[in-house]
């Protein structure tokens, strides 16, 4: 098996400097290139075509939710995953982020085990976008007033189950919280998790979570 090939991009080139050491002493894993910038980054995935981007978000010249929504919107580069790298004040521009295309979201100050193991996870094709994460970006929306969530996507095709799968996805539960909640088995939460993927042309859990903010089945306040 191949390693998974990761793009670091910040603007800080001391921290730049600690996630390639970080990156490339680990096993599996080989940095392909670095970025400086949101411009950069979209250059560098075009010429490297890397598995994995690490994007900051306040980068100059271009930030790192524009040049995820042109990686990811891209039909050249729509296979990268995208991880943004963030501090928690920071989650209104995640949420963005999360639309435009990314796989998910890091705390800058994560420790490293779990960064590495982030970006395995996420190279798998999984979703990065852990329960606990999600209510916090929940509540975090919850403080903002001017926040005004109004239904923009429809949901022809999906079953009542389905919806009732994709609100507890958007409420931030686990699978395993929602096979509880349904009482259900876990085969069954991931076969509907499955359909509601393909049926909202959805490319992972996190842009599940979106869809249910975007249809109304899940609002913040």
């Known amino acids: 098996m191949s390693d998974v090939r990761v793009l670091i991009a910040d603007d800080q080139q001391l921290l730049r400097a600690s996630f390639a050491v970080l990156v490339g002493n680990a096993g599996g894993l080989e940095v392909v290139g670095e970025a400086g910038d949101g411009r950069e980054a979209v250059e560098q995935v075009r010429a490297l075509r890397p598995d994995v ?7 100059p010249e271009m930030d790192g939710i524009e040049a995820t929504e042109q990686i990811c919107g891209s039909p050249d580069t729509a296979d990268v995953k995208v991880i943004i790298l963030t501090t928690f004040d920071l989650d209104a521009y995640v949420f963005s982020a999360l639309r435009a295309g990314a ?5 800058k100050d994560t420790p490293p085990g779990d960064l590495l193991a982030a970006i395995r996870v996420v190279a798998d094709g999984e979703a990065l976008l852990a329960p606990t994460i999600t209510r916090r970006l929940i509540a975090e929306f919850a ?3 001017e926040q005004r969530w109004r239904p923009t996507r429809r949901l022809d095709g999906i079953t009542a189950r389905e919806r009732e799968v994709l609100t507890l996805v958007g409420q931030g539960l686990s699978n395993q919280e929602i096979a509880e909640q349904l009482v ?11 359909q509601l993927l393909a049926k909202l042309h959805a490319r992972d859990r996190a842009q599940l979570v979106i869809a249910a903010y975007e249809s109304g089945l899940v609002s913040v306040g």
Do not use: E, N
């Open 143 to 145: 403080k903002r007033p």
């Open 184 to 194: 259900v088995s876990m085969a069954t939460v991931k076969t509907h998790i499955g």
């Open 53 to 59: 981007v690490l994007m900051d978000i306040r980068m």
């Open 103 to 107: 796989s998910g979201f890091l705390l």
